[in-house]
T-cell receptor, first 110, second 117 residues
Framework: RKEVEQDPGPFNVPEGATVAFNCTYS??????FFWYRQDCRKEPKLLMS???SGNEDGRFTAQLNRASQYISLLIRDSKLSDSATYLC???????????FGQGTELSVKP | DGGITQSPKYLFRKEGQNVTLSCEQN?????MYWYRQDPGQGLRLIYY???????QKGDIAEGYSVSREKKESFPLTVTSAQKNPTAFYLC????????????????FGEGSRLTVL
């Protein structure tokens, strides 16, 4: 089983849609969780950290379910500019090695 | 502007040749990393360095070598021993390394695409 596994893509949605991605992790000792965004043929950039209580940043909501060992990213009111690959990232301890998922591609169409 | 600079952006190599990818940062970060990304796969860690003059193997170090003689520089050499070197190589840095107050944010360079002909 992979350490971090994401929903296989691609997700093709119309503008304005709400879309959610899931990511499961295998190690119950994992401590910190993040979502990165990677545009086509570009470098990844941190989108948001995921906190135990869940957190929101504008149209983006991240949630953590420790019991089921998954994190999710919800995007509301999708924009064309949201088209990218979203990478789930986990580390085992604060400041520890980051494990990247394979990414979920999102394509938002007009 | 502070950041990470990788060069070259695109590189073609014949089989059997070694190539060196450059990575320079002016963020004054202690830790630097090299990742490899293949289509449909996540980033895989090749080597990392938490402090100057020290580095450790990551998950896929075979066929690669690095040096960290200066804080701002962490070059990666892809040797002829690397069986399948065609990939997108990403260099990253963070203020501290594993075990520090690392927030989980890595700052990436724009990457180098290596193609073996």
């Amino acid at each position: 089983r992979k350490e971090v596994e994401q929903d296989p893509g691609p997700f093709n949605v119309p503008e304005g849609a709400t879309v959610a991605f899931n990511c499961t992790y295998s190690n119950s000792a994992s401590q910190s969780f993040f979502w990165y965004r990677q545009d086509c043929r570009k470098e990844p950039k941190l989108l948001m950290s995921v906190y135990s209580s869940g957190n929101e940043d504008g149209r983006f909501t991240a949630q953590l379910n420790r019991a089921s060992q998954y994190i999710s990213l919800l995007i509301r009111d999708s924009k064309l500019s949201d088209s990218a690959t979203y990478l789930c990232v986990v580390n085992l301890a604060m400041g520890g090695k980051l494990i990247f998922g394979q990414g979920t591609e999102l394509s938002v169409k007009p | 502007d502070g950041g990470i600079t990788q060069s070259p952006k695109y590189l073609f190599r014949k089989e059997g040749q070694n190539v060196t990818l450059s990575c320079e940062q002016n963020l004054n970060h202690d830790a630097m990393y090299w990742y490899r990304q293949d289509p449909g796969q996540g980033l895989r860690l090749i080597y990392y360095s938490q402090i100057v003059n020290d580095f450790q193997k990551g998950d896929i170090a075979e066929g690669y070598s690095v040096s960290r003689e200066k804080k701002e520089s962490f070059p990666l050499t892809v040797t002829s021993a690397q069986k399948n070197p065609t990939a997108f190589y990403l260099c990253a840095s963070s203020p501290t390394g594993w075990g520090g107050s690392n927030t989980g944010e890595l700052f990436f360079g724009e990457g180098s695409r290596l193609t073996v002909l």
